[in-house]
């Protein structure tokens, strides 16, 4: 290489980093002016903002701590060039949600958990607020995945890393095409499901594919939704209350001394029980979700519409508001005593002013509020009543002296569907009769099922022959 052609392209290296330099500079300057209109929070770092201050394990206990910190109900974090609005306090939260929820029912734009994925503009738990929400909203569901934590994954700092080509950086590429294979596995169950006899919801989806002109994705994101966002929830705050049952007997026995007091020794317990007659239950049910809310972030952020003024700060259309609810429903002037289980809070009204009628938020805020809330709550009440009446629910025993083992109430999983970390527990049938009932009632509900029996024959290498893009 000749020596002239080394000092030109010496010159056009050094030009493009000093444009590099100049860009950088003229956009952190646009970071440090908006920062002064944001709520307070930890000092940015150009481009990367705050990603190596926020920890990437549980990172809400730490946000937590922020609130005490900068004496504010929410904090300002920067993940990249970005900031995100993290709402640690139940009333602000409620402010902006739910009394402007017409303006924060939008998402904002999410690099893993949507362009990548190809879900921004296909699934319902990432589209923007809009008509093609509502086509799936009526549709019901969600899937929350712990690519929503901020600070946690390099890619939502960096967003141009996703553009980057798969021979520089595979991440991206393998990611997105094993999305393509899921959203088509999905669809190809749905296929397979509405073919089936009975009703069930594959049909009503497969309908709705040609009447709403939903694509397969779409078809295959709802389907999806239901496990992703039904399964894991519903079966964490189970295991929670569980948990809560072996820690906190007292409560168990109130619980069991109602459902007595209701309902005679020779049946189990029903809806019709369930309305009005058990008091303590419902709110034993709703302390449950609110001391160890499973969707520790409240799903997925919102995201305004407009630009919003709030208590002398300027949100921008688009701002990224998180609901961390880890912080708001362990709030001791809300919640006084938060770790201890005490369904009372709840009881007879409640105890405590909440800006709510329900007293918590485990299902979200506003028009973006869960959709399978109902269906969520129902099931829970149902299947909780029937597993506190059937049984004592005790500590399990060590292996050595056969004592009680000490439980962890903090010793939660790290996903952002927090669930507790597995515990030895005991379930005693309360007595000989119950034992009697509940195998009688087990074989009945078996047979009932026999029908859905059967395995699908569709594999993950099905779908990779023709996954589906949008
Ligand atoms: C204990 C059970 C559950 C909890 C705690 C829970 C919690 C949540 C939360 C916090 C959100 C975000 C709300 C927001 O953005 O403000 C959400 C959204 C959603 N949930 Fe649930 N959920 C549960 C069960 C279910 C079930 C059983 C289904 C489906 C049958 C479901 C489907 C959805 C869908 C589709 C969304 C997205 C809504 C949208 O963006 O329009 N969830 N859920």
Redesign the pocket.
């Not at 973006?368 to 809330?373: A, F, K, L, V």
């Given at each position: 290489m000749s020596l002239s052609l080394l000092g030109s392209l010496e010159k056009a290296l050094l030009a493009g980093l000093a444009l590099g330099l100049i860009a950088t500079i003229i956009d952190y300057i646009r970071m440090l002016k908006l920062r002064q209109k944001l709520p307070p929070g930890p000092f940015p770092l150009p481009l990367v903002g705050n990603h190596f201050q926020t920890p990437s394990i549980r990172p809400w206990i730490e946000w937590e701590k922020w609130t005490e910190y900068y004496n504010s109900p929410m904090i300002t974090l920067w993940i990249g060039r970005h900031p995100r609005i993290i709402l640690n306090d139940a009333w602000t939260a409620s402010d902006l949600?739910e009394k402007k929820s017409d303006i924060f029912s939008s998402r904002p734009r999410l690099i893993l958990m949507g362009d990548v994925i190809n879900a921004t503009k296909t699934n319902?738990?990432t589209l923007p607020y809009g008509d093609r929400?509502r086509v799936h909203?009526k549709l019901?569901?969600?899937e929350v995945v712990n690519f929503v934590v901020p600070g946690v994954f390099i890619m939502e700092t960096l967003p141009f890393l996703s553009k980057l080509p798969s021979w520089l950086y595979k991440f991206p590429s393998q990611l997105s095409f094993g999305a393509a294979c899921m959203w088509r596995y999905f669809y190809l169950l749905t296929e397979e499901g509405a073919k089936a006899s009975e009703d069930n919801f594959s049909k009503i989806l497969m309908n709705s594919q040609e009447k709403s002109g939903l694509t397969d994705v779409e078809v295959g994101g709802l389907a999806g939704?239901?496990i992703g966002?039904?399964v894991d929830?519903?079966s964490s705050?189970m295991i929670s209350c569980v948990l809560a049952m072996c820690a906190f007997p007292d409560v168990q026995r109130k619980a069991q001394a109602e459902i007595d007091s209701v309902i005679s020794a020779d049946r189990s317990p029903t809806w019709e029980d369930l309305d009005t007659k058990l008091p303590y239950i419902v709110a034993l049910v709703k302390e449950v979700?609110r001391w160890r809310?499973?969707?520790i972030l409240?799903?997925?952020p919102?995201a305004n519409t407009k630009d919003v003024e709030y208590k002398g700060y300027h949100f921008p259309a688009g701002t990224n508001m998180i609901g961390n609810l880890w912080a708001i429903h362990r709030n001791p002037r809300d919640f006084p005593d938060p770790d201890v289980f005490r369904p009372e809070r709840f009881l007879n009204g409640l105890e405590r002013p909440y800006p709510n009628a329900k007293g918590s938020n485990?299902?979200?805020?506003?028009r973006?509020?869960?959709?399978?809330?109902p269906?969520?709550e129902q099931g829970?009440l149902y299947s909780l009543t029937r597993l506190i009446w059937a049984f004592d629910l005790k500590a399990g025993l060590d292996n050595n002296q056969g004592k009680e083992v000490k439980l962890d109430i903090f010793a939660y999983t790290e996903s952002e569907n927090m669930r507790p970390e597995p515990f030895k527990a005991r379930f005693i049938p309360r007595s000989e009769k119950i034992h009697r009932l509940v195998m009688e009632e087990a074989a009945v509900a078996r047979e009932a099922l026999r029908k859905y029996d059967g395995e699908t024959k569709l594999t993950m290498e099905d779908a990779s022959r023709n996954p589906a893009w949008v």
């Open positions: 949600l319902q738990t929400w909203r019901i569901l969600m939704n239901l966002g039904g929830t519903t705050t979700l809310s499973v969707a409240a799903g997925i919102h485990p299902f979200g805020w506003g973006r509020q869960c959709s399978g809330q269906f969520a829970l």
